[in-house]
């Protein structure tokens, strides 16, 4: 399915790269899209929080390609939904466009054995202009980086309106990495193989499924963007059992724990655009999930047949 290229500029409020357009010229319109993307499209986990309060083995399916929410009243989403827009966007205007898995670090040591055992729980881009590569996230939120990343591999800062980051490499892997005011915060990693999209959906799909606690999915209600001249987000997690909201805008900054979810509802129509959730989803949202423990340590076989989903579902205690 391709999105209506010209709804989709409109939305950004930008002009359709020329046809003639030089190499230079590409990579500044890249540039200026991927800033406008991150700015209106922000990061939200609603739909992994919703199906988080389902059965694991009969949970409704995620969606990959959601353009109908992304373009409408209803902006925002996962990484999946938004990488998968601007890719879309992207190759129609002639871009070359990998998608690759990765995973989210948020601070966890590169490959370690409880962030390997989780499937690649994110999607990132990688985009080609003749002999330039460059790396977009869309999907970190308000930790996104704000423009495309040119890829080195060099361990070295690199400047973006007053945010510095760095996308390294190291045994193969690549790191982002931000600087904070704590020091450097590792974001993500990726190998930057590209994949094809089924191999991009069946991520999805393990993310969907996967029997285990996932962080985003089952203990965190996100919500990011990037703006102009800052950043901000609101978020939950199972541990403060806090809503809190936190705003920078170049010197200013705010740091919000909220009172009530009424609060945090009256904030998503304000500073994020999105009024479509009502309080009452967002209080189910803000609420720890119980999952069914396995009877005993199994593997899953994809593709998910019928035959699987029983004998997962029998292998769950309720």
């Not at 982002?176 to 991009?200: M, N, P, V």
């Not at 009452?280 to 949202?285: F, H, P, R, S, V």
Request: proline share 5%.
């Amino acid at each position: 399915m391709k999105i209506n290229l010209k709804t989709y500029l409109q939305t950004l409020k930008m002009e359709p790269l020329p046809g003639n357009a030089s190499s230079d010229e590409k990579i500044n319109f890249l540039k200026t899209l991927y800033f406008a993307h991150v700015q209106t499209f922000p990061y939200s986990n609603f739909e992994l929080r919703k199906i988080a309060k389902q059965h694991p083995v009969q949970r409704n399916s995620l969606s990959f390609f959601s353009y109908k929410n992304l373009l409408t009243a209803e902006q925002g989403g996962y990484c999946f939904q938004t990488a998968a827009l601007l890719a879309d966007a992207l190759t129609q205007m002639g871009y070359t466009v990998s998608f690759c898995a990765a995973r989210v670090l948020m601070g966890a040591t590169v490959n370690s054995s409880e962030i390997l055992k989780l499937p690649p729980s994110h999607l990132v881009l990688k985009v080609q202009i003749d002999e330039k590569h460059f790396f977009l996230d869309p999907g970190l939120g308000s930790s996104a980086p704000r423009f495309p990343i040119l890829i080195t591999g060099k361990d070295e800062p690199i400047t973006q309106n007053g945010d510095v980051f760095k996308f390294y490499s190291v045994d193969n892997t690549y790191v982002l990495e931000k600087k904070t005011r704590q020091g450097w915060l590792r974001l993500a990693q990726t190998d930057l193989q590209a994949i094809s999209k089924e191999k991009a959906a069946m991520n999805l799909l393990k993310l969907e499924r996967y029997p285990e606690l996932i962080g985003i999915r089952d203990s965190k209600v996100v919500i990011g963007s990037i703006t102009e001249h800052g950043r901000k987000s609101l978020a939950w997690d199972v541990q403060s059992k806090q809503l809190k909201f936190s705003k920078s805008e170049g010197d200013e900054n705010t740091q919000k724990t909220l009172a009530s979810v009424e609060e945090g509802y009256q904030i998503l129509a304000d500073e994020f655009g999105i009024d479509h959730v009502s309080a009452e989803t967002l209080e189910a949202y803000c609420t720890e999930t119980t999952l069914p423990k396995p009877i005993k340590p199994c593997t899953v076989d994809f593709p998910l047949d019928q035959s699987e989903l029983k004998k997962m579902e029998q292998n769950l205690r309720p």
